[in-house]
């Protein structure tokens, strides 16, 4: 068999590996070997193949690598859901707050509320932080 078929398995295998570590360490050594089997397929020597493969996993692996962790890590920074979400966001007073009952508009959404504070009354147009859900109930403080 062609060397082109080995890099290009040797690739594959690569990249299947990579699934299950998730450095993406692997997947830049994959595309140095899909580089290489492009050589090989274009009839440059073994030497040439293994050159073009050390010089594209290293590229990948200094200049790929870092910009896609760096994405990752910047959109898991982001990434909060459901209650995480809510405390500690800002909210509008649509209806009276008190310690009894209240509505309030966080995140585009209307939530019961109650100040978090039983003394504190917010009026409607107030800006309040959201300092804890309880059930379905966001607890607001003054913003």
């Given at each position: ?36 089997a492009g050589a ?47 405390e500690g966001s ?29 003394t504190q009354v ?22």
């Amino acid at each position: 068999m062609d060397a082109w078929f080995w890099w290009v398995i040797a690739g594959a295998a690569l990249a299947i590996a990579e699934i299950f570590t998730g450095t993406f360490v692997l997947l830049m050594f994959a595309a140095g070997t899909l580089a290489a089997a492009g050589a090989a397929g274009l009839g440059a020597p073994y030497a040439v193949q293994g050159i073009v493969f050390a010089v594209v996993s290293l590229l990948a692996l200094a200049g790929v690598r870092p910009s896609i962790t760096r994405h990752l890590h910047r959109a898991a920074e982001h990434a909060d859901m459901g209650l995480d979400a809510i405390e500690g966001s800002e909210g509008l007073v649509l209806e009276r707050v008190d310690s009894d009952r209240g509505l309030v508009k966080i995140g585009g959404e209307m939530w019961s509320a109650r100040s978090y504070d039983a003394t504190q009354v917010f009026e409607p147009g107030t800006r309040v932080r959201v300092i804890e859900v309880k059930g379905a109930t966001a607890l607001v403080w003054r913003e």
